[in-house]
């Protein structure tokens, strides 16, 4: 993963319940990212992170929290909110224009 | 506004065969451009990138891309397919230096042996 762990890899959710994904690096870059990926769509933006204790919503971030508190971590958290949370999550980190993002392993979530 | 598409969301070749994925961007400032891979239940990996040096750009496992500023384009190829190379390719463009990058809906790339 270079340097960026996403956990759990898997995760059931029953509806109506909050659940966070973890993404944490030690790669000391500032900019953070957090995808959504389902089949035939692409990756859209949910949330992102450019320094600690500020973040800005992607295109799709209904639903959605995030925190940035540390400058290793963002956590994010799919409250009850999102109707359709079942979807590969996948965070990822701003390493410039050298290399472009580096991602996580991602997160399954399904809800059951 | 920025926006990439990527033509054909299904690609199948032989084992041996060319490798062609379409990318085709829109941008309004001088583009930094992307490929990504991915394969089943993995993040993306970086597989070549153009940040206005050479058009032609080479990446790793083979593959080579080339910027094609009248044609808005920044197909992927690969001389000959490996059974490997089977996994479902991102095309991304940025079009400043501050990363968030939007991404193509994704071709997956079929390898018949």
């Known amino acids: 993963d270079g340097g960026i762990t996403q956990s759990p890899k898997y995760l059931f959710r029953k509806e109506g319940q909050n659940v966070t994904l973890s993404c944490e690096q030690n790669l000391n870059h500032d900019a953070m990212y957090w995808y959504r990926q389902d089949p035939g769509q692409g990756l859209r933006l949910i949330y992102y992170s450019q320094i600690v204790n500020d973040f800005q919503k992607g295109d799709i971030a209904e639903g959605y929290s995030v925190s940035r508190e540390k400058k290793e971590s963002f956590p994010l958290t799919v409250t009850s909110a999102q109707k359709n949370p079942t979807a590969f999550y996948l965070c990822a980190i701003w390493t410039g224009l050298l290399y472009g993002y580096t991602f996580g392993s991602g997160t399954r979530l399904t809800v059951v | ?113």
């Open chain 2, 1 to 113: 506004a920025q926006s990439v598409t990527q033509l054909g969301s299904h690609v199948s070749v032989s084992e041996g065969a060319l490798v062609l994925l379409r990318c085709n961007y829109s941008s309004s400032v001088p583009p930094y451009l992307f490929w990504y891979v991915q394969y089943p239940n993995q993040g993306l990996q970086l597989l070549l990138k153009y940040t206005s040096a050479a058009t032609l750009v080479k990446g790793i496992n083979g593959f080579e891309a080339e910027f094609k500023k009248s044609e808005t384009s920044f197909h992927l190829t690969k001389p000959s397919a490996h059974m490997s190379d089977a996994a479902e390719y991102f095309c991304a463009v940025c079009g400043n230096q501050g990363g968030k990058l939007i991404f193509g809906q994704g071709t997956e790339l079929s390898v018949k042996p």
